[in-house]
């Protein structure tokens, strides 16, 4: 799989709610300004570190990538993978430490 930021359609969180370009637009600051201090907190790992531990587990093309709150705290990452077969699958992973937590199909 080719992994390069520059192709790969990163979307650090899902704008829900907003109905206007400015609302989105604000939500989209904020969730960008949230994800930056997490990975400079160490928080998170860098995105590049997350995509090669995906494809480890799903290979195919990177599709979308989420930084989500965790429901036992924490974050995770979940990144939308297309197969070679067609399948749209997401592998959640640990956000702090890359470990694997499940695929959804």
């Excluded at 070679?84 to 959804?104: C, H, M, N, Y």
Aim: glycine content about 10%.
């Amino acid at each position: 799989m080719r992994v390069e930021l520059s192709r790969a359609l990163i979307i650090v969180a899902v704008v829900t709610g907003a109905n206007c370009p400015v609302q989105a637009r604000e939500h989209h600051n904020r969730d960008s300004e949230f994800a930056r201090g997490a990975l400079q907190r160490g928080e998170v790992l860098p995105v590049e570190r997350v995509l090669a531990l995906a494809h480890q587990q799903v290979p195919g093309d990177v599709i979308g990538v989420r930084l989500e709150p965790h429901r036992g705290g924490g974050l995770t990452y979940e990144i939308r993978v297309l197969t070679p077969s067609g399948q749209i699958r997401e592998v959640v992973l640990d956000a702090r430490t890359g470990g694997f937590l499940k695929i959804e199909e």
